[in-house]
């Protein structure tokens, strides 16, 4: 005979509850599911194994758009802890775990890309315990932890209320624009009852709010012409640079937080030559929706006014007229997980247990896009403590890197819950 626990919660509440109405709820503590105690333990006896993969992974180089190799790898680490796994058709590793209820998943996620372009040197070096590297902590410390958590599940023989799906996906960074996890909750949509995002290290924060952001290119074109000879035609960096000076003085709100960056210009061919065509690449961030639709509308009128001004300037309309355009290169919706929510409240029980204190954070990860569905998601550390991300001095110190995974492992069975077996 089985039944379900509600262990998680329960189980770790401070004694000082257990006088208190809840009491009467079935509570079997957790010290009573053996299977649980084994994956718990499970991580402190394989710490060497858990490094070991995790310079394993980074080694294996994925820029942007070129997770493929990694994916296999971790394809069939996932496979070698008895779960099916697949690669989808945009590249994402999905690995189930079925549970009694096939109706309902929980998704562990970590994501497999990194900032660093095709050639750069990703070989560890080891230093005590210390390993540095570029994506040796983001994320190569939440594709461990994925990993080492399936393994510590299988080889505890944990059974599930929900199916677990374990996924490394694609295109977290930058311009791969979150495709893998858009995929995935298109995909899973309909079942999918909480996401769990393991994103670099730590066990210092919890990400329950999205930070909305999207970026834009614009660009700007003309005839392009000889500096001397076609002088007086409009000039499109003209048009970009008047432009950008009435954007950049755009007031934005402190709170809601809202922000700007202009991160990109290219264009023109040389200095003698009136360019044709000169392309900016602009990055905007707001904790409101609201704000951040305002903040693009200001590039917009921004951009055309800029763009007006040049032409009728231009000392020579004759020679031709500046067109302008601004494309969505990508954006990243906002979203908040209630502070009631079922997820929140495991990762607070997993936190309880572990003696762990985290706070809330906003920020910009695969987590925006669930939350955005209204689905339930966060994203946390995988533990140890970790510097230098997206840059060549990356570095991983995993020294009491137990707490994040037993931290994350929590979490994750609090959201699917687990069957105990009476058979035994
Ligand atoms: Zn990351």
Redesign the pocket.
Known sequence: MKHLLLWVILSTMPVRSLGSPHRSVPSPQLADSAELRSALSWFSQNLAWINDQQARITEIPAPPFQEAARASVVKALLAASGLEVQIDKTGNVVGELPGANAQEIVMLTA?LDTVFPPGTDVKVRREGTRMSAPGIS??GT?LAALVSIARAMHEAKIKLRRTILFVADVG??GEGNLRGMRALVETYRSRLKAAVVL??SGTDHVTTKALASRRLEVLITGPGGHSWSDFGMPNPINALVRGSIRFINTKVPASPRTTFNLGQIEGGTSVNSIPYDVKLKVDIRSESEDELGKLESALRESIAAGTRDEMESSRDRSKGKLDWKIDVLGTRPGGELAANSPLLAALRAADNYVNNQSRIERSS?DANIPLASGIDAISIGAGGTGGG?HSLQEWYEPTGREMGLKRALLTLLGISGIVEDKSK
């Open positions: 994501h983001d994320n939440g977290e960074e994103d670099g990860t991300a």
